[in-house]
């Protein structure tokens, strides 16, 4: 079933499978969106987001 998609009433639905501990706190989370927010915020294009 991993992978599948799962036909709810009128819509669909992905399922991957259970969610996995990253062994990361909250913080360490939190601080990696807001990194990532930042590189967002000062891009200027849609290639820029490919890069690293």
Do not use: H
Not at 21 to 37: Q, V, Y
Request: include cysteine; aromatic fraction near 12%.
């Amino acid at each position: 079933m991993e992978g599948d998609y799962l036909k709810k009433g009128n819509s669909f639905s992905y399922y991957d499978g259970p969610v996995k501990d990253s062994g990361r706190t909250l913080e360490e989370i939190e601080e990696a969106i807001e990194k990532e927010k930042e590189r967002c915020d000062g891009m200027t294009s849609w290639s820029e987001a490919f890069e690293e």
